[in-house]
């Protein structure tokens, strides 16, 4: 998500720092873009002298005081754990200019407690983007509870500029997005393990009979089994309702390893 959004903001012209705490993973990221961009020039989207800007606009550090200290946004984009977008988010308060809005990309964790991590919550706002970050149209801004009018506006109009369309939506678990796309990813899981049907028999149905253009549990492993056990884990303790609890089946293979795309192996082999 991080190197997809970094792509975006640099195609529509914006300088981006894009910051990783291992050069390793930084590396990867930026193979990542460049692949991307090679695809856009394939397809006539930009030109090879755009892919050249693009490209160039990016610059990678792998130290979190050099990447903000001149910032007037950061999106942060890291693993969906409090713990960590707790130290994060502090960290960011310390060394990013005063005047900075501070944006998450998180699919589930509550905008107004990460805006309590920091000394500038009218400045800490959701900015939630989906995968992959270049194609799809979608940004969820999210309003947490001391998010103001102007931080609001702001980034709104910047996800306008950068060709998306955003949709206000107020703090809550999973916001909207997930509280509805989880619960169904979480029942077709359920279908697997009580052996109603196979992964690829649930997918074909919902594919054909819903017209859905991918399958849940296709869909799940595209968006990283952990993750979606994460953001179930965020709405069950968060609503304490049980029709949020993780299906044993998605603990298990997340406790294998089996997170699919990412690990070539989840309800399919890759």
């Given amino acids: 998500m991080g190197n997809g959004i970094a792509h975006v903001f640099a195609q529509h012209g914006h300088d981006v720092v894009l910051g990783e705490r291992f050069d390793t993973t930084l590396q990867k990221g930026l193979a990542s873009i460049t692949k991307n961009v090679g695809r856009q020039v394939a397809r006539g989207v930009i030109t090879e002298e755009e892919q050249t800007a693009l490209i160039g606009r990016i610059r990678p ?13 950061v999106v942060e ?11 994060v988010f502090r960290t ?7 005047d900075c809005i501070l944006a998450s990309n998180t699919s589930s964790i509550s ?29 969820e801004v999210v309003r947490g509870l001391a ?9 709104k109009a910047l996800a306008e500029a950068l060709g998306k ?24 899981i359920f279908c697997v393990y009580e052996g109603v049907a196979t992964a690829e028999a ?3 149905v919902m594919k054909l009979g819903m017209a859905h253009p991918m399958g849940p549990l296709q869909l799940a492993d595209f968006i990283g089994l952990d993750v979606c056990l994460s953001i179930l884990n965020v709405l069950h303790t968060e ?20 997170l699919g795309r990412k690990t070539r192996q989840g309800f399919y082999a890759y």
């Fill in 61 to 73: 550090v792998t130290s979190f005081a050099e990447a903000v200290k001149d910032a007037e946004l």
């Fill in 77 to 87: 984009a890291v693993v969906e754990d409090t713990a960590v977008k707790a130290e």
């Fill in 92 to 98: 960011l308060d310390q060394h990013a200019p005063a």
């Fill in 111 to 139: 905008i107004t407690w990460i805006g309590a991590q920091t000394a500038r919550p009218d400045k800490v706002i959701g900015m939630h983007f989906f995968n992959p970050v270049p194609v799809m149209k979608l940004v």
């Fill in 147 to 155: 998010t103001s009018d102007e931080t609001y506006a702001t980034v």
């Fill in 165 to 188: 369309t955003p949709v206000e939506v107020n703090d809550a678990p999973g916001f909207v997005s997930n509280r509805v796309l989880m619960p169904m990813i979480n029942e077709a």
């Fill in 202 to 204: 649930v997918d074909q």
């Fill in 239 to 258: 609503f304490g309702d049980s029709k949020y609890r993780p299906c044993p089946l998605l603990k298990q293979m997340v406790t294998a390893g089996r």
